[in-house]
C-alpha cells in the first residue's frame, strides 16, 4: 500500500471527514434543494483556505479553486463529487440515519462529498502541486442534470478545466478495490411514453371497440424485439417498459391505454434506432389493433464516456495507492445514468468506481456508503491532482 494512505495530512483529513460523511448523511436533501449541504460545503472549503469559493453555480452547485504553492503553471483540473439524496424511506437503523423521513442518502453521495472535502483539506494544507484544483460540488444528480446546470452556469466558461474526474461507489466491488475503463463506462438514460388512443364499450360487445388494452399489450411485447432482433448482439442496450396505465372498471373497454418506460445505450447510433424502432413498432401495432399510438421520446443523459488517456492516468493513480491488483482497468459499463456525461462532454476526463464492499444496492433502503473506503477516496483524489499537476 502506497505512503500516501499513511501522509500525516491524509490521515488528519480522513479523521474529519468521518464526521462529515455522517453528519450529511443525517441532513439528506433532494435534487437542487441541497441549501444546508451546499452551506456546510462551502463553509468547510472556506475554513481550508481555499483561493475562491463559490456557490450558487447551478443554482446550489458550489466550486472551489485551490492553487498550487509553485503556482507557475496554467494547468487546472477539476475534480467532481454530488450532493444530493433520494425519496427514498431509510431502513438502515443506523445511528446517524436520515433525520428527514422519506429522504435518505442510498446513493452514497454523503460520501463522495465528505471524500473530496477531505481532499481539498490536504491539497490546500501543503500545495503540492504546480497548477489551479478546481473542486466541484454538485446538485441533483438523481435527475435533475444538476451537471449541465452548472456547466450552463459558467462552470467550463468561467473555470475552465483542462479536465474532468469523477469518482463513483460501486457495491459489490471491494473496499480497497478501483474500477474504470476506457470509452462509455455509463448509459444515456432516455424515456419514451406511448399514449394508445382506441374506441371503448362495453366489454361483453368487444367486437364494436377498438381495444387500447390489447394494442398496449401487443405493444409490449413487439417491443422487446428492439433489443432482441434490431441490436447487434455484441452491443448493449435496454429497453423496459416500466408503467401500463388504462381502465376504470371490469366490465368497460376503456378509450386510453398509456405505456411508458426507458432507454439504456451505450453508443448514439443504437439510441437513434432505439428511438426510430420505438416510433414505427408503436405506432404500426396500434394500427394493426385498430388504435392510434402517439409517442413522446425524451433524452435525458448522454453516454458518459471516459477519454483513453484520461482513464489510463486514473488506473495509474489508483494502482500507485493500492497495487494493480486491486484496479480493474477494463471494467464493464453500468446501464444506468450519471450526469457528470455533460461535464465529459465538455472536456476530457475520467469517471472511476471506488469499491463500497458487500453493501446493499445503490438506490435501496438498506444501502450505505461504507466508511472503510474514505481513506481511499481522499487519497485517490489528492494523488491524482498532485500526479497531474506535478511540476515539470
Ligand atoms: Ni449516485
Redesign the pocket.
Known sequence: MDLMLHDSRIALAIDESLGWRHHLHERPELLYEVHETAAFVAARLSSFGCDEVATGIGRTGVVATIRGRRGESSRRIALRA?MDALPILEETGLAYASKTSGVMHA???DGHTAMLLGAARALAETRAFDGTVILVFQPA??GGAGGRAMIEDGLVDRFAPDAFYGM?NLPGLPVGRFAMRPGPIMAATDEFSIAIAGRGGHAAIPNRTADPILAGAAIVQALQQIVSRNTDPLDSLVVSVTQFHSGFAHNVIPDEALVSGTVRSLRGETRDAAERRIHAIAEGTALAHGCTATTSYVRNYPVTVNDAGAAAFCGDVAARLVGEAQVDRAAPPLMAG?DFAYMLEARPGAYVFIGNGPSAN?HQARYDFDDRALPFGIAYWVSLAETALASA
Do not use: N
Open positions: 454530488d446513493c452514497g453521495h444528480e438523481e463513483h450519471e445503490l
